[in-house]
Structures are given as structure tokens and as C-alpha cells.
């Protein structure tokens, strides 16, 4: 009797094995009512979206457990993720453009304003102080007003030498005036042309003018392009394609709780923070060259301030022309005198009207205005903005899981880790290309540096460039400031020792599918997960038992 009660025995536990079997598979078909409800949310259509949990085996993405999404469901989850990312992204950078673009147009409108206040203040005291000595040249002054705005806002036109025509011609103009009794032909006026610099018929002005025009408006101008150009590298930026294996890392991050039946579990942040930053490892090596255009943005304007500051300078034009003038009126005789001498003697005019005495009115003597601290307040809240994004790059990726990404608050056994509620191990990458060798999350090829961020690395190192020549009172031209395409500094490319190893992120960082949920698994989530994974297993063993009771009780039933 022993074999057959333990031939029974052995059925009796097959049996009971089966049935709980049986009534596991029953127990695992939750609802899926909450996954229906957020589906539906979203926009689309409830036809497809099963009542209760069905096998997972189709999903590509999303581990292959009990879901509640079909394949199309997946699909349209997938594309949803990426354009939530791509919404964020943007809206992140639109902030940032909306700022840039603010503190550009209200140090702009300043700069402009003070040249508009020199020509109007020049054009209201000019003609009554000189007379026809300016009302006969004042298109002279209007184009260099002109010339001097075009080449604050960017013209290719070379300060020094437009300064040094203006003054060649007015000298020319103003000694014909002065002396309309004589005969003054063009090669006469080409010798005193040559002998102006030794002459210095208008005392220092020209040349302290010169200097201090040229590094105020290089000043001004540079600062006013770095904040476009910064503006102009995010736009183009923002608009880069997430690429194929982000989207699905993103979709795994965001909707695969959703499919899996936990919609409550939020991201794990270090969880979100490998994602993203696998996702957006171009865009942080940008940081280098960011950091240094807004440092030399910040420093540039210490050329703001003094008496040969940006707005002391520009504000006072007319007041530099206006003391050239009285100087050249003072010295006419010994001016006249010398020219005779190195030019030789004129000839009479014999329709010469009159004594050229007449036509000055007297000298002009203009008060400076004292600033009203527009600037200085402008310029203080464009600093401390352009400090607070200093690491806008580096920290998007925090950023966006914290308010873009619904993450966690904390790291523990409730947040979801990307295959079930449970604490997530893997230690946070570093930032940029290089350091995404090993992302668990994201396979991103680190030899292929996307081309648009490098071109506008480049862009980011041309301009830090001009800045501080402008600090040094040159101006650089954008086409001779970068030195190379290397991009050294900013992260392009990737050291040899890196790119010479192309390791699988499968074979290099490959895990369990369980690795992430061992730690934290609740009892439900354990039970659905060890189910998914192990029902073949259990189909093994129910055989296996079977054979084994045939095998054991078919000799005494004989």
C-alpha cells in the first residue's frame, strides 16, 4: 500500500498545483478601468483598450508582463511621450529666449537712445553756435550719426577709418568756409589733408574720440551680440529631433507604469535623470562654451562705466564735435598760417564774399549729463540672470524630471524604476557624450556627436572670442576668432581612449530584467511579475510531476 498512497499523494499535489495555477492566472486579470481612463484623457479612442489585463507578450517596449495596452496603445503612448519631451524641451528654451531677448532690447534701446539724445542735442545747439559753418555740413553729421549706429549694430565697417574720413572731409569743408576769399582747388585741399595729422587742426578731440569711441561701441555692441547670439543658440537647439532610442527610454519612463497597471508610480529621479540625460548628452556639451560667453558677457560691462564708458561715450558725441569745432575756430590764423607755409600761397578769389569772420557766431560750450542710472540698473539685473543660467545646459535634464516628468520625491520602493514599483540601483551617469558610454538607459553612440550642437559650440566659442577682444578694446571679427573645429573645451568629439572602445551598452551594462524590482517588489507586483516570468517554468514542473507519479505507481497497479 505504501506506493499507491504515495502514487495518490503525488496526483493529489499535481492536481492542487494545477488549480493554484489556474487561480493565479484568474487573480492576475486585474481591471483596467484607472489605464482606460488616463488613455482616454489623453484623446484617444477606448475601442482598443482591453476591460482587464491581457498577456504582454506583443509589447516591444514595455516589459512583457500582465498590461492593459495593446500594440497600438504602445505605439500611440510612444509618440505621446517623445512630443511631451519635445514640449518641454522647448517651453524650457522659450523661457530662456524670453529672457535673453528681454535684457538685449532694454540694453539696446539704451545704447540707442544715448546716440539719438547726442544727434538731437547736436542738431538743436550746432546751428545757433556755428552758423552756416554747420547748417552748410550738416549732412556730414548726419551720416556719421548713421554710420555710427550701423556699426553699433553690427555693419562691416571699420570705426577708426570712418572716424578719419569724417574728419578729412569736414576739414576740408569747414577751412573752405573759413576762407571764401580764396581759391582753394582739390589738389590744394589733398596737401592740407596730408599735413592734418602733424596740424592737428582740431586739437585732441579727433584722437580721443577715436579711442574712446572705438572701445565704447565695441563694448556696447558686443554685449548687445552675445545676448543674441546666446538667444540665437538656444532656438536652434530646441529644435534638434529626440532620436529613435530616446523615445522608446522616454516612453519606458513615463507610460510603461501606466500599461503594467501601476498609473500611481512615479518616476525614480535617479532613474529619470539617466534617461534624460542619455536623451539630451549632446546638449550639455554645450556647457563649456556657454559658461564662458556669459562670463565674458558679465565682464564686459565693467567697460559701461567711467568717463570713457560705453554711456558716457556715446552719450556725448556732440560734445567731442562741438570741441573739435571751437578748436579749430581758435587756432584758424596759426592753422592758416602753417598750411600757407606747406602748401604754398592761394590764389585770391576775386568773388570771395566778404570777411570770414561773420560767419562764426561764437563757441559752444555743452554741459555733460550726469547718467541717469538706466544702465546700471539694466545691466545689474542682466547679470544676475545671466549667472542663474550659467548652468542651464547641465541641469535641464534635473529640470525637466522634476517638473516635466511627474518624478518621485524620493528613491524608495513605491517610485518606478522601469519594470516595476521598486527602489532603482544603477548609479547617475555623468554629463555630456563621453560619460554616456555605460547609460543603462539610453544606448547613445558616443562617436557620433549630433552636428547642429557642434555648429553651435562653435558659434558659442566665435562669440566668447570677440567679447574679449572687445575687453581689450579690439574688434575681432567673427570669421578669425575660432581657432580650429576641434571644439576643445566643449565636449566635442570624445577622447581616443573612448572612441576606441565601442562597447555594447547591452553587452557592458546588461542586467536581469528583475535587478531593478528584487529590492522593493510589493507582494502584488511580485506575484504579477514572477507569474510573467515564470510561467514556463511551472509548465515544466506540472509535467514533470505528472511523469513522475506514472512512473512511480505503474508497477503495483499492474
Request: with cysteine.
Amino acid at each position: 500500500m505504501e506506493l499507491p498512497a504515495r502514487g495518490w499523494w503525488l496526483l493529489c499535489a499535481a492536481a492542487a498545483l494545477i488549480a493554484c495555477s489556474r487561480g493565479d492566472s484568474a487573480s492576475k486579470s486585474r481591471s483596467c478601468s484607472e489605464v482606460r481612463q488616463i488613455y482616454g484623457a489623453k484623446g484617444f479612442s477606448l475601442s482598443d483598450v482591453p476591460q482587464a489585463e491581457i498577456s504582454g507578450e506583443h509589447l516591444r517596449i514595455c516589459p512583457q508582463g500582465y498590461t492593459c495596452c495593446t500594440s497600438e496603445m504602445e505605439e500611440n503612448l510612444a509618440n505621446r511621450s517623445r512630443a511631451e519631451l519635445e514640449t518641454a524641451l522647448r517651453d524650457s528654451s522659450r523661457a530662456l529666449q524670453a529672457m535673453l531677448a528681454t535684457q538685449l532690447r532694454g540694453v539696446d534701446d539704451h545704447f540707442q537712445r544715448l546716440l539719438n539724445d547726442s544727434e538731437r542735442e547736436l542738431q538743436d545747439a550746432f546751428p545757433g553756435a556755428f552758423g552756416e559753418l554747420y547748417t552748410q555740413n550738416a549732412r556730414a553729421f548726419r551720416d556719421l550719426y548713421t554710420e555710427l549706429r550701423l556699426y553699433y549694430r553690427g555693419a562691416n565697417l571699420h570705426l577708426e577709418e570712418t572716424l578719419a574720413e569724417f574728419w578729412a572731409r569736414l576739414l576740408e569743408r569747414l577751412f573752405r568756409q573759413l576762407h571764401p576769399q580764396l581759391l582753394l582747388p582739390d589738389d590744394y585741399l589733398d596737401c592740407l589733408g596730408k599735413q592734418a595729422e602733424a596740424l592737428r587742426p582740431f586739437g585732441d578731440s579727433p584722437r580721443e574720440l577715436r579711442l574712446r569711441a572705438t572701445r565704447a561701441f565695441v563694448a556696447a555692441r558686443s554685449f548687445v551680440q552675445g545676448l543674441g547670439v546666446a538667444s540665437d543658440v538656444v532656438r536652434k537647439v530646441a529644435q534638434v529631433p529626440l532620436g529613435p532610442e530616446c523615445s522608446r527610454a522616454v516612453m519606458k519612463l513615463v507610460y510603461c507604469a501606466h500599461c503594467l497597471g501601476v498609473p500611481g508610480a512615479r518616476p525614480c529621479p535617479d532613474y529619470c535623470q539617466n534617461v534624460l540625460k542619455g536623451c539630451l548628452a549632446n546638449q550639455a556639451d554645450l556647457d563649456a562654451e556657454w559658461r564662458n560667453l556669459l562670463d565674458s558677457m558679465v565682464l564686459i560691462t565693467d567697460k559701461f562705466w567711467g568717463p570713457s564708458g560705453a554711456e558716457s561715450v556715446i552719450g556725448s558725441v556732440h560734445m567731442w564735435l562741438a570741441e573739435a569745432i571751437n578748436a579749430l575756430l581758435d587756432n584758424k590764423d596759426t592753422l592758416t598760417a602753417k598750411v600757407i607755409q606747406g602748401c604754398g600761397n592761394p590764389k585770391v578769389n576775386p568773388q570771395g564774399t566778404g570777411s570770414e569772420e561773420k560767419r562764426r557766431r561764437g563757441k559752444l560750450a555743452l554741459q555733460e549729463k550726469p547718467p541717469t542710472g538706466t544702465l546700471e540698473k539694466l545691466v545689474s539685473e542682466a547679470k544676475a540672470q545671466l549667472r542663474d543660467v550659467q548652468d542651464f545646459w547641465i541641469s535641464l535634464p534635473g529640470t525637466l524630471c522634476s517638473e516635466g516628468m511627474a518624478m518621485s520625491s524620493a528613491s524608495d520602493d513605491r517610485c518606478w524604476n522601469g519594470m516595476a514599483k521598486g527602489r532603482y540601483l544603477p548609479e547617475v551617469m555623468g554629463d555630456g557624450l563621453a560619460n554616456q558610454i555605460n547609460n543603462p538607459e539610453v544606448e547613445v553612440d558616443i562617436t557620433k556627436p549630433d552636428m547642429t550642437i557642434r555648429q553651435q559650440i562653435m558659434q558659442l566659442k566665435i562669440m566668447t572670442n570677440r567679447l574679449r577682444g572687445a575687453y581689450g578694446g579690439s574688434d575681432v571679427d567673427f570669421q578669425d576668432a575660432s581657432d580650429d573645429g576641434s571644439g576643445s573645451g566643449s565636449g566635442d568629439g570624445c577622447p581616443d581612449d573612448i572612441c576606441g572602445r565601442r562597447v555594447s551598452k547591452k553587452s557592458s551594462s546588461s542586467r536581469t530584467p528583475l535587478t531593478h524590482a528584487l529590492p522593493g517588489l510589493s507582494e502584488q507586483e511580485g506575484q504579477k511579475t514572477s507569474a510573467a516570468c515564470c510561467s514556463q517554468p511551472r509548465a515544466f514542473l506540472l509535467l514533470f510531476l505528472l511523469t513522475l507519479v506514472l512512473t512511480v505507481a505503474r508497477p503495483r497497479w499492474r
